[in-house]
């Protein structure tokens, strides 16, 4: 592993426990953003490479949540962003569109921003919005203190969003308003989520946080139109119904949607039929022409 890391991150303990646990080449940077915004970085060689960047956020406030995410309701929708950037390089993902760089962003000190989420009120905070939160769990115990967040204070839903299967690193019995939503999607999808786990293992997680008493949620999010997308889909919310007991799982339901400066960058790192989809282009988002059907006809299936 490679650590690019700020010499003001040295010393915060999640840099620590990293650098005891992978003993990794260090490489000690001025800011983050020397490394992260610079000029034609190859996002796709990155993401192959085993290396990370640690940085002390200097301002931890928290942003608006996107109108591409539901709010559940609540008016006050903030989301954190502790790490930027994932480990997994979903050809859809519009991460790939807004960031330069493949190299994930770990901002060490966790505690400013558990600080700054206490001082929202009624308030759904997404921990996982421009990362996978749970891909990194292996890494460090990122959910351990938002878990604990979530146990002091009923008025606030913290929602931790994943493809991952690190379901057996995450503490037992967490309160109600800790939501852990996967985002599952048949495999004839997954073959653009490279590097996340298989249908199989996300399902062996869920089974496995439903266990661990968590309060589980599915995202059939983004539905992508492949080829004979109604019989695939067909097939895969069968599989499901076998798997899982969905009359006890809320699942949400989006087709691919995305800015379209966003799209125009990503077109430029995955040449993929997801990429280069035809979509409609309309507010300046990118969307099936026929969402609506889309989303109604994977409805009628659950
Ligand atoms: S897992 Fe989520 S955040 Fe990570 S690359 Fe895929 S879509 Fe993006």
Redo the contacts with the bound molecule.
Sequence with gaps: MILYIEKKALNYPITQSIITKFNPKIILINHYKDIFNRFHQNFNYQKSKNALILAVKENTVFYKGSKFCNNRGFKNFYYSTQILG?????E?????GMYPCGYPVIFVNEDDFINNASKLKNAYIPI?Y???LL?FEGIYPFHKKWIELASKREDLLIES???SANTDKLPDNPPKNFLLGF?LSPKEVTKF?KK?PSLEKRIKAIKKALQKNYTVEIAIDPVIKVDNYKEVYKNFISFLKKELDLDKIHIEIGSFRMNKDFLKRLRKIHLSEVTWYPYEIKNKEARYKDEKDIIDFIKGLI
Excluded at 86 to 90: A, E, M, Q, V
Excluded at 92 to 96: E, I, K
């Design positions: 994932c480990i997994y390089n979903c859809y993902c519009y991460l790939g996982s421009e990362t996978d891909a969003r994943t493809k985002s989520e996340a």
